[in-house]
C-alpha cells in the first residue's frame, strides 16, 4: 500500500521529528499543530544515545553536538551540603554514549529549519484537533481553524501531541490514561551559575528527602538546569517567591539573586501514564501523547523518540509493500513492553533514589552500593549502554503482506 499522505497532531520534538523521517523517505506529511509556535519551555535538555540514533537519522547529530553540549565529566550525587556521596567515570563511555544536552527550544528550532527546507512536509500552525473520525481506508479528524472547523483526511493519523493528548482522549475517553501522579513537585529552571568553579563538574544530584534536586550544565556558555523538588499545590507566584531560598539551600556557594541569572523558571506536576494501546486502527500514538515518565534520567522524549523511529520503520515498510499493517499491532505491543520493562521502572528508580536519607541511602541502596565501582571506567561504560535495551529494529519483524 503505497502511502498518500500521514497527519501528524502536534509539532513537538516528537511530531517534529517523525515529519522528517517520513518526508526524508518520500512520503507527504501534513503536521497540525494548535498553538501559534513551538513550545520553549524548560523541559527536555538531555539525551542518551536511542534519542540520538533518531537524531542521526534526520541527519541532525552532528549539528546538535556544535550547538549543544556533549558531557565529558561524569554526574555526581551529592549531600545537600555538597558532601560527595558517588561520581560517574566516563572516561571509558565513546561519545556517542554519552549524554548530550541541548535545549528543548533550541532543539525544535534546528527540527524546524530542516521541516521548512522540505517540499514533503506542510506544517500548520493555529490548527487545534477537537474530533476523530475513521473508515476501513482513511482517518480525519475535525480541527479548529483560523478560517473555521475544517475536515483533514490520511492514510494514517499519529498523535504526537503531548501529555494531554486530544487523540487518547478521543479513542480512549478523557480520565483513560492509566498510571499514577507522584506527590511531589517539581520546579525546572534554565540558570546561568557557576558550580564547576565549586567544584561541582559539569553536574550533580542532590540525595536529600526535602531538597532533593539536579544541576547539571546544559550548553557551552555554562547555562545550567536545575530541577528541584517542592511542595504540591502552590502557585506559581508562590514558586517563585520560594526559589532564592531554594537556590542558597541547594547551589554550592550558597548563592543570593544577584550571583545567578534565571532565563526560565516552570514548575510541572510529574507522573507515570501509559495509553492501553497506541493504535486503534488508522490512529496511532506516539512519545508523550502515548506514554509519559518523570524527567530524571532523561527517558521522556528519549522514549518518545524512539517510538516515532519504530513508527517511522513501520510506516515506510507498508509504503514499500515489504510488511502488511499488523506490524503496527506490534509496534503497540514492543513500544508498551519497553515502557513498563524499562522507562517506568527506571525513570521511577531514578527519582526515589534522590528522595532520601543520605546516610541510609549509602548502606541500604543497592544503587549506592554498587557505587563503590563508580571509579571503574569499563563499568560505568557498561552501564552507560544500558538505556540502548530501550531500542528495537522493526525492519526485521516486516510481515509480506498476501
Ligand atoms: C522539567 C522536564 C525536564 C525534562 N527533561 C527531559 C530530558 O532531559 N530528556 C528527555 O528525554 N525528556 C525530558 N523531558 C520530557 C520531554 O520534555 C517530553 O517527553 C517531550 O517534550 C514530549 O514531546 P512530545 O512531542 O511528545 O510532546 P510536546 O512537546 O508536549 O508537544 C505536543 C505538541 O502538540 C500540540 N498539541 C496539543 N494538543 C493539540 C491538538 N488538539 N491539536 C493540535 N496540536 C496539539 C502542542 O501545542 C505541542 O506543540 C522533560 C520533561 C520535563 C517536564
Redesign the pocket.
Known sequence: MVLSKIII????????VLALLLANAGISVQI????DK??D????????WP?LYELQRVGLLEEIRRRGYVASDGISWRKVDGTLLAKFNIDAVPQDYRLH?LP?GRL?ALLKEHIDESPNVEIKFL????RIDQSEDSARVL?ETPDGEQVFEADYIVG????????RRCLFGDSEFPGRTWDVQ?V?TNVYYDIASHGWGQGAFIVDPTHWSMAAQIQPDGLL?I?YGEKVGLSREEYIARQPAKFRTILPGHPSPEQYKIVSL?P?K?HQRCAKSFRVGRFLL?????H??N?F?????????VDVGNLFDCLQGIHKGLTDDSILDRYSEVRREKYFSIIDPVSSDNLRRLIQDPEIAMKEDPFFTMAKDFDDPEFCARLATGVNDIMHDFTKEYVKPQ
Open positions: 497532531v502536534g509539532g513537538g520534538p516528537s511530531g517534529l497540525l499543530e494548535g498553538s513551538l513550545d519551555s524548560p523541559r527536555a535538555s538531555f539525551y542518551p534519542a544536552a528543548l525544535c490548527h487545534k484537533v477537537i480541527v504526537c501531541d503531548g501529555a494531554n493528548s486530544q487523540i517539581i525546572a538546569r530541577s516552570s510541572y510529574i506516539a512519545a508523550d501523547a502515548a509519559l515518565c524527567p534520567g532523561g527517558l521522556g522524549l528519549t522514549g518518545g523518540l
